[in-house]
């Protein structure tokens, strides 16, 4: 079975930054790889994709603070968050999807997620 494992949560200030880990049972090069945060009694919501040709979106909310990026051959994923801000808390979970080049908006198009990594930002 297919193992997503994220890595690097924790507890920062306000402006600190913080830079998380999925290690990916796969090929990332072949999979649309995605970084997705939950709030507590909020929707899962997508903050960044690499596709399989490495094209990059992220959120509205994470542009110019956040990079995503992949080392294809420690089929790693990371995340890099500066400037957190207290409505950056949140549980964020790696996801991917087989796809060639085109990385879905929904959560509920991912077949593939890890456990999660708690982010929480203190003012």
């Known amino acids: 079975q297919v193992q997503l494992v994220e890595s690097g949560g924790g507890s920062v200030q306000a402006g600190g930054s913080l830079r998380l880990s999925c290690a990916a049972d796969?090929?990332?090069?072949?999979?649309?790889m995605a970084w997705f945060r939950q709030a507590p009694g909020k929707e899962r919501e997508r903050v960044a994709t690499?596709?399989?040709?490495?094209?990059?979106t992220y959120s509205e909310s994470g542009k110019g603070r956040l990079t995503i990026s992949q080392d294809n051959a420690k089929n790693t994923l990371y995340l890099q968050i500066n400037s957190l801000r207290p409505e950056d808390t949140a549980m964020y979970y790696c996801?991917?999807?087989?796809?060639?080049?085109?990385?879905?908006?929904?959560?509920?198009?991912?077949?593939?997620w890890g456990q999660g990594t708690q982010v929480t930002v203190s003012s």
């Open positions: 996801a991917a999807v087989s796809s060639a080049n085109y990385c879905p908006e929904s959560w509920r198009l991912y077949n593939l």
């Open positions: 690499i596709n399989s040709v490495g094209t990059i």
């Open positions: 796969l090929y990332t090069s072949s999979y649309c």
